[in-house]
């Protein structure tokens, strides 16, 4: 065994060590990204499920109470019906429905006078009336009430009862999330910010905490160099992320069923670029500041919330605006997220992949050279 290798076998073994030793790491290492998948996955959904509605039918006639049964039958609402506006109203300002849907008293004169070639159509009125304050879920809500409506419309075209078809049918699919469940999105993204916890939070205490105890002095009296200690504080910890990336992707799929189109190859590989970098960004930060409590806030403040809100991970980033997405390219998370979800929803998507995975290359080496720069073997 060579000298290099003794000395950083010799620094393996104080790392794992003291990882094994200190619960926290640990907990943090593989509790938190088990909790954080269990919350993501079963707590938060961008789906608009079983939306408490209340329908006033003013009708009371077969096509309103067909029209009826199927909001009721729909698995996008729970209806309540109520008998009046006011009725309907109290519900919404009690917090106990999310909106109101009106059938109106001509609902089905209108239809039946347009079967008959009497009517000036096939559309009758039905009013909608949502909760705007969460302006996303109103549209989501909007959406899947006119889904249900023209599917009824063109049932009632198919089945002879509607005097004009549409002049435009449109025929959707949708690609590489065929089900449409945000589930299948808020899980690849999820492993970044695991990634990112693992990767950054941990190493910035690394050698602050060595400062801070005064073992560092111990160390810098020894033959250890520079890059002793910096692959000896960073393969304990590349594992230790890497392993929790991992039992992340099992779970994701076992538990929660996600799909993965990709290769195991390129999620290892890449996943080493992302990792990598966030050790490196860790320890440069460690090396700098010295100072645990400062490094560990620092590290979230650089890193965690970045990788939660300018990653693509919640928001659609092409949404905001412009100066915010300039921003968000200076982070490691963003690349990393577009990884994950080509990955997970379309497979080895190289000319996605590829750009991703140089950004990525290239941050590791200058996070990784920062670090080792203002790693010191002298104790000013």
Known sequence: MTRFLMRLFGVLRKETLQILRDPSSIILALVMPMALLIIFGYGVSLDAEHVPMVLVNHDKGPMSRELEARFTGSANFKIKTAESMAQAQSLVLARKAEGIILLQNNFTAILEGAAAGSGSGHMA???????????????????????????????????????????VSISQRIWFNEAAISRYFLIPGLITLIMTLIGILLTALVIA????????????VTPLRKIDILLGKTLPYYFLGMFGMGMSVVVGTTLFGVPFRGSVGALVGLSSLF?????????????????????????????????????????????????????????PARYFVTIAHTLFAAGDVWPVLLPNALVLAFMALLFL????????????
């Open 125 to 167: 009125p039905i009013q909608l009336i949502i909760n705007g304050t969460d302006a996303n879920r109103a549209r989501l809500i909007e959406g899947y009430m006119k889904a249900i409506g023209a599917k009824w419309s063109s049932m009632r075209v198919a089945r002879g009862q509607a005097a004009m078809v549409p002049l």
């Open 209 to 220: 905490r060595e400062w801070e105890r005064g073992t560092m002095e111990a160390m810098l």
């Open 275 to 331: 990792m990598l970098t966030c050790l490196g960004f860790g320890l440069f930060l460690s090396a700098a500041i010295r100072v645990q409590f400062v490094a560990a806030q620092t590290s979230i403040m650089a890193g965690y919330l970045p990788a939660f809100f300018l990653s693509g991970l919640i928001f659609d980033l092409e949404s905001t605006p412009k100066f915010i997405q300039i921003i968000s390219y200076l982070f």
């Open 369 to 380: 050279g920062l670090a080792f720069g203002k790693m010191s073997k002298r104790l000013e």
